[in-house]
């Protein structure tokens, strides 16, 4: 909680900081890689640094941190810290990098914000940040306790037993430890980073959901390949798809990620668009094997039925559940596809049954406009469980 001084002073002071956060944010990242060009080439993403997306994610979390602890002092955002740190954790972050965050963070918030930092509001927004990140330290340490690992040793050496081409863009590699050790349990829904060494020498970092059966000792993770080749968002998946066979070996992260499946017999709601199907392929599976009950209705939009990855397990594993149903929508469909499922997923038409718990995963306008959806019927916003692959936006965007 934060002290009743800091609190007045943040309280104050947060328009200002606010409004010159995003500014604060590019600053902050343009010195930390000056001083740490490592960090860009081998841990943070070149990709959403090139598009501005870390930026924004970063801005967005200071913010609503700072204005959790000032409207809602006997709370904090717990949803997002454990989004953050479950991120970190298969990253391999450790408590040494928060120092250096905290140096080039406010060296920019004050060269940003001029003399308006007097010593009483450097020491305001220090107490913030500490409160954030002795709290992201504590949820990382018991995230990487519960994996049996220390502190940011997260990596292992993997094989690829197989490859299988879903689309013309998406690929399934199937995993192994190199070591023939047991791999490490997971949650349906999770995820791991998979490191690659590109034709520059940076070791670049991206996430993928498992979605393989959880039981199964091998890992299964499918990618879908941008192709745009002068972006650096797509580097890791291209380098995925033209460069990686059976055989070869990868640097793959502890399962990390908090969109796991509650268990519960409440109505279940599984929705994704795109590549968002993968976590939703692991939950599927997952009940399907555990002989689930209760009622399951699948949802997925994607752009033709030869572009839906996985979509025939999608229809099996809704198959094979005791009361499954599942609605695809395709913008440009098949002959025969229904028109009520033609264009955007819109479930208007959908029945939604009381005490529903929904699960959603694709790009974030498409899951924004889902969970207004949801909400008007009726669906509780603590029911309401989503996946951002990539910098989580929803709080930087409103």
């Known amino acids: 909680m934060l002290s009743e001084?800091?609190?007045?002073?943040?309280?104050?002071?947060?328009?200002?900081?606010?409004?010159?956060?995003?500014?604060?944010?590019?600053?902050?990242?343009?010195?930390?890689?000056?001083?740490?060009?490592?960090?860009?080439?081998?841990?943070?993403?070149r990709g959403n640094q090139a598009s501005g997306a870390q930026r924004q994610a970063l801005a967005g979390s200071i913010a609503a941190f700072a204005t959790q602890l000032v409207e809602h002092p006997g709370t904090r955002p717990d949803v997002m810290l454990s989004r953050i740190a479950n991120k970190h954790a298969s990253l391999g972050i450790t408590a040494p990098q928060y120092d250096i965050v905290h140096t080039h963070l406010f060296a920019a918030i004050a060269e940003v914000l001029g003399e308006a930092v007097t010593p009483e509001v450097a020491a305001a927004w220090d107490e913030v940040y500490w409160l954030m990140a002795n709290a992201l330290i504590s949820l990382e340490e018991r995230l990487y306790a519960q994996q049996g690992v220390l502190a940011g040793d997260v990596w292992r050496e993997w094989t690829v037993v197989s490859r299988t081409e879903e689309t013309e863009d998406v690929a399934t590699f199937r995993l192994t430890p190199s070591d023939g050790a047991p791999a490490p349990a997971f949650r349906p829904g999770q995820y791991v980073s998979v490191q690659v060494e590109l034709a520059d020498g940076a070791r670049q970092i991206r996430q993928y959901s498992l979605t393989g059966a959880p039981g199964s000792e091998l890992r299964t993770v499918t990618v879908k390949r941008v192709r745009d080749e002068g972006a650096p968002e797509g580097e890791v998946s291209r380098h995925l798809h033209t460069r990686v066979r059976e055989g070869d070996r990868l640097r793959v992260s502890a399962p990390y990620g908090d969109l796991v499946l509650q268990d519960t017999d409440a109505p279940l709601l599984l929705v994704s668009a795109g590549i968002g199907c993968t976590p939703i392929?692991?939950?599927?599976?997952?009940?399907?094997?555990?002989?689930?009950?209760?009622?399951?209705?699948?949802?997925?939009?994607?752009?033709?039925?030869?572009?839906?990855?996985?979509?025939?397990?999608?229809?099996?594993?809704?198959?094979?559940?005791?009361?499954?149903?599942?609605?695809?929508?395709?913008?440009?469909?098949?002959?025969?596809?229904?028109?009520?499922?033609?264009?955007?997923?819109?479930?208007?038409?959908?029945?939604?049954?009381?005490?529903?718990?929904?699960?959603?995963c694709g790009p974030l306008p498409f899951m924004r406009a889902v969970r207004g959806q949801l909400l008007d019927k009726g669906v509780a916003p603590a029911a309401l469980h989503y996946e951002v692959f990539g910098p989580d936006l929803w709080l930087a965007q409103g």
């Open 281 to 360: 392929l692991a939950m599927l599976e997952h009940l399907a094997a555990e002989g689930h009950h209760g009622p399951v209705t699948v949802v997925h939009g994607d752009r033709s039925p030869a572009g839906h990855a996985l979509r025939a397990d999608h229809a099996a594993l809704t198959g094979k559940l005791h009361d499954g149903s599942a609605h695809f929508w395709y913008e440009h469909p098949e002959p025969g596809h229904p028109v009520e499922r033609t264009g955007l997923v819109d479930l208007g038409g959908l029945t939604v049954a009381p005490g529903t718990h929904a699960y959603l």
């Open 5 to 45: 001084t800091s609190t007045a002073t943040v309280r104050a002071t947060l328009p200002a900081v606010g409004a010159a956060i995003g500014e604060i944010a590019d600053l902050f990242y343009r010195k930390l890689f000056d001083a740490h060009p490592e960090l860009l080439r081998d841990l943070f993403n």
